[in-house]
């Protein structure tokens, strides 16, 4: 199918570069492999690629920076530097798609073939934002979902959904997709829908004149008018009430609005980003949200996962609040290992702004500069947000023990048990290690510590499906 085509990888770690040589072979005519910058701008001085894959981190510099390319040539972007600046600067080139490492061979494939059938178009806008975290720390696999979503959205002033539960830090992603977007030059202008009383929000939203109702003794600008050039964020969208979500619909329709009180048209120069902790197909269902404003701004659904599906994120989350606590005049603080341990381990119902919280607290509160298990559970019991974490093998014991004893108050068959009990575990492992490698067998099976054949074996014989675990 795109046979006639040649690619060009450039990739430093000889392994990685045959395994993707190897995959990629069949899909082109040339495939050609160097492992520097100055290896790349030699080869492109000769020959012009029909796709570009790349690491970030070579050599000799850095392979997003220093990459340059004619208007219609792809570029996928590889990179173990999984962070928002990364996927932005990694839009910024016009790069096609960006694969955080580990990736799985399956979707980089996927991701050649369309490349290399789709026509050529004009590359990307260059001139985004400087590289920068905006706020956002992590690189479990589902804040990369999201930083990938964040970047696309660069170039584009689509209204976008943030889905996520209370805490997950929905604010700061609409801050950064203003931040990397067109409009970044323009105001952020956040108003809460669930603090507003119900009779003001219409006058909040779109302004009032001078005598519109009792009290209003001069005209005053909406949010709408605050944010025009810029950004409005409408913050918990599903306790808006119904009449105010019509007139909400009729803005986004029409990109027009009349102040309260008002009949002379303004146009809504804003790009749209709203939020919620609801569910709101149920509340669609329900009939408390209209459908029809639902679909114009769900148009780009962004979802944020709890923080308890990214425990690995809790280190380095303690670390930005940490700095972020010492650059306010709070006292420097470390964490000793079992400490943080404990924190991985805590469910944070809260999620990151229960977290930040309790970094600020020990820090003001711990007596020395290093924090123990015993002030985690302190601070966390004084403040009435749980007296501790069982740790995750003494909460299987008792899953295990409860899930035994009623097995034998059925009267399972003899010899029986143990191979139920085994196929449960692990399964219940092999989809959570899955997940957390994007469906990347070769990376699963090595943290599994068993051969990918292996794996392959006992994925088939559980009716696990490794691209949706």
């Not at 392994?15 to 520097?36: D, K, N, P, Q, Y």
């Not at 979503?149 to 604010?171: F, P, W, Y």
């Not at 019991?381 to 035994?404: F, M, Q, Y």
Request: hydrophobic fraction near 45%.
């Amino acid at each position: 199918m795109s046979s006639d085509k040649t690619i060009l990888l450039v990739e430093d770690d000889p392994a990685i570069a045959m395994i993707i040589r190897e995959t990629l072979i069949g899909e082109c005519r040339h495939f050609a492999s160097v492992g520097s910058i100055a290896e790349r701008n030699a080869w492109l001085a000769d020959h012009r690629p029909d796709l570009i894959i790349t690491d970030v981190v070579l050599p000799d510099g850095d392979g997003i920076d220093s990459l340059r390319v004619d208007a219609g040539t792809p570029v996928i972007v590889l990179s173990a530097q999984n962070t928002l600046d990364t996927a932005v600067r990694a839009t910024g080139i016009g790069s096609y798609d960006y694969l955080p490492k580990p990736f799985d061979l399956d979707e980089l494939t996927a991701s050649v073939r369309a490349a290399l059938q789709r026509r050529a178009e004009p590359a990307a806008r260059t001139d985004v934002a400087p590289a920068d975290s905006h706020g956002l720390v992590g690189r479990a696999p589902a804040m990369q979902a999201v930083y990938r979503t964040i970047a696309r959205l660069a170039s584009n002033d689509l209204a976008v959904l943030i889905l996520g539960e209370s805490g997950t830090g929905k604010e700061v992603v609409a801050r950064a997709i203003h931040a990397t977007g067109l409009r970044r030059t323009g105001p952020f202008v956040a108003i809460n829908m669930a603090a507003i009383p119900r009779e003001l929000i219409e006058a909040e939203l779109f302004g009032h004149e001078k005598g519109a109702f009792t009290g209003a003794h001069s005209r005053n600008a909406g949010r709408f008018e605050q944010a025009a050039g810029g950004t409005l964020f409408l913050d918990e969208i599903g306790d808006m009430p119904l009449e105010a979500q019509t007139r909400l619909l009729r803005v986004l329709q029409s990109n027009e609005y009349t102040t309260v009180g008002g009949n002379q048209a303004l146009r809504a120069d804003v790009r749209v980003i709203a939020a919620t902790h609801r569910d709101m197909r149920t509340l669609v269902a329900d009939g408390r949200f209209r459908e029809d404003l639902f679909y114009r701004l769900n148009v780009i659904p962004v979802t944020l996962p709890p923080l308890r599906d990214r425990r690995s994120d809790i280190a380095a989350l303690v670390r930005h609040f940490v700095e972020a606590g010492r650059a306010s005049g709070l006292p420097d603080r470390q964490f000793a290992p079992a400490a943080m341990q404990w924190l991985e381990r805590y469910d944070w119902p809260g999620n990151v702004r229960e977290l930040g919280n309790v970094v600020q607290r020990l820090a003001v509160l711990s007596r020395d500069t290093v924090v123990t298990v015993r002030d985690v559970e302190t601070v966390l019991h004084e403040s009435g947000e749980g007296g501790g974490a069982a740790a995750p093998a003494d909460l299987i014991a008792r899953a295990i023990d409860d899930w035994a004893r009623e097995q034998m108050a059925a009267d399972a068959p003899d010899g029986d048990l143990h191979s139920q009990l085994e196929a449960i575990v692990e399964a219940a492992l092999f989809r959570r290690v899955l997940r957390d490698v994007r469906g990347n067998q070769l990376e699963a099976a090595r943290r599994l510590g068993i051969n990918r054949n292996t794996l392959r074996k006992r994925l088939g014989q559980l009716d696990i499906d490794p691209a949706h675990p």
